[in-house]
C-alpha cells in the first residue's frame, strides 16, 4: 500500500490543543513537501499549512495561512515518515476535516497542484 493516513484528531474545548499526525506508508517523505488542509460542512477546503522537501537538509520551508499564525506548527520527522501538525489555542473556527497531501520536489512557495498523495482525513472539532 502507498498512502498517507491522518491521525490526531477529536473533539476539543476553544483553547485546547491538538497534535495531528500525517504517516506515510509504502513511500518515503523525504523528497516530498506536505500540506495540510481542512474543509468545514459546505465550504471550500482550506489550505492550513506546509513543509517543504528537503532531502537529506533539516531546514524546512515552512508555510501557514493567516488564520492559524502564531497558533499552529508544522514539523517533519523524516527517519519516522511522519509530519506533524501541532494546534494550540483552538477556535470555533478551526472546526472541520483536516487532511495532508504530499508533493513531491516542492519547497511551498509558487502554485502548486496537490496530486501525489492525499490522506483520508481526520475529524477536529472545537466546541464547548
Known amino acids: 500500500q502507498l498512502q498517507l493516513v491522518e491521525s490526531g484528531g477529536g473533539l476539543v474545548q476553544p483553547g485546547g490543543s491538538l497534535r495531528l499526525s500525517c504517516a506515510a506508508s509504502?513511500?518515503?517523505?523525504?523528497?516530498?513537501?506536505i500540506g495540510w488542509f481542512r474543509q468545514a460542512p459546505g465550504k471550500e477546503r482550506e489550505g492550513v499549512s506546509c513543509?517543504?522537501?528537503?532531502?537529506?537538509?533539516?531546514?524546512?520551508?515552512?508555510g501557514y495561512a493567516n488564520s492559524v499564525k502564531g497558533r499552529f506548527t508544522i514539523s517533519r520527522d523524516n527517519a519516522k515518515n511522519t509530519v506533524y501538525l501541532q494546534m494550540t489555542s483552538l477556535k470555533p473556527e478551526d472546526t472541520g476535516v483536516y487532511y495532508c497531501?504530499?508533493?513531491?520536489?516542492?519547497?511551498?512557495?509558487?502554485?502548486?497542484?496537490?496530486?501525489?498523495?492525499w490522506g483520508q482525513g481526520t475529524q477536529v472539532t472545537v466546541s464547548s
Open positions: 497531501a504530499a508533493q513531491k520536489y516542492y519547497y511551498c512557495s509558487g502554485p502548486v497542484i496537490w496530486k501525489d498523495y
Open positions: 509504502g513511500f518515503t517523505l523525504d523528497y516530498y513537501a
Open positions: 513543509i517543504g522537501s528537503s532531502g537529506g537538509s533539516t531546514d524546512y520551508a515552512k
